[in-house]
């Protein structure tokens, strides 16, 4: 079993930044690969950003220039460093493992 929690989401202007941290707990030695994705309002959930135990890194074309995903200073997390947000990034943003394990989910809404 593998717990998350997600942190850092929040209301920002056009242009602005956030940064999402993901702690994880439990047998997170077993994980091979942490994912961020989101789900904006009637829209299907799309994967943003991942990163292995070996640390191959993917991010989404929609997102890449803009968004960093990387291992945190705290052991066992992941962060997920957005920049030059749109409004099109409106959406609930997952940490999970492996596609098995999700937390909850932290809102992030880009607006004027």
């Known amino acids: 079993q593998v717990y998350l929690e997600e942190s850092g989401g929040g209301l920002v202007q056009p242009g602005g930044s956030l940064r999402l941290s993901c702690a994880a707990s439990?047998?997170?030695?077993?994980?091979?690969?942490m994912n961020w994705h989101r789900q904006a309002p009637g829209e299907q959930r799309e994967l943003v950003a991942s990163?292995?135990?070996?640390?191959?890194?993917y991010v989404a074309d929609a997102v890449k220039g803009r968004f960093t995903i990387g291992r945190g200073d705290a052991e066992n997390t992941v962060y997920l460093q957005m920049d030059s947000l749109k409004p099109e990034d409106t959406a609930v943003y997952y940490c999970?493992?492996?596609?098995?394990?999700w937390g909850q989910g932290t809102q992030v809404t880009v607006s004027s």
């Open positions: 439990g047998d997170v030695f077993r994980v091979l690969r």
């Open positions: 999970n493992a492996d596609r098995r394990y």
């Open positions: 990163i292995t135990s070996g640390n191959d890194i």
